[in-house]
């Protein structure tokens, strides 16, 4: 069993910045690739940005493009997300995530794509 952890959410006025930080721990796998998903209340959970383990290829949502960056790091298993110029509609629940090897044809954007999730860390940005 594999599980993620999530880190760094907290309270923050608009335009600042948070710095999320997600590590695995449990069986050892490689993963495909991580990602951050997040919910708002009476939303639907959506996809944030995401990293491909072994090219270190990044996806971005719009909202997340220029604002915010996904990185790997250091330890196998571990991605932060850096976010900047935070906004009160990013207000959520951040999710971390993780994909199991041997993926084909691979939708970063899509939480099905997706094998194990982490309990969530809050982020709320006021105005």
């Known amino acids: 069993q594999v599980q993620l952890r999530e880190s760094g959410g907290g309270l923050v006025q608009a335009g600042g910045s948070l710095r999320l930080s997600c590590a695995a721990s449990g069986r050892t796998f490689s993963s495909y690739a991580m990602g951050w998903f997040r919910q708002a209340p009476g939303k639907e959970r959506e996809f944030v940005a995401a990293?491909?383990?072994?090219?270190?290829?990044?996806y971005y949502a719009d909202s997340a493009k220029g604002r915010f960056t996904i990185s790997r790091g250091s330890a196998k298993n571990t991605v932060y997300l850096q976010m900047n110029s935070l906004k009160p509609e990013d207000t959520a629940v951040y999710y971390c995530?993780?994909?199991?090897?041997?993926?084909?044809?691979?939708?970063?954007?899509?939480?099905?794509?997706?094998?194990?999730w982490g309990q969530g860390t809050q982020v709320t940005v006021s105005s």
């Open positions: 990293v491909r383990r072994r090219t270190g290829t990044t």
């Open positions: 995530a993780a994909v199991e090897p041997g993926q084909f044809n691979w939708n970063s954007k899509s939480l099905y794509e997706y094998d194990y």
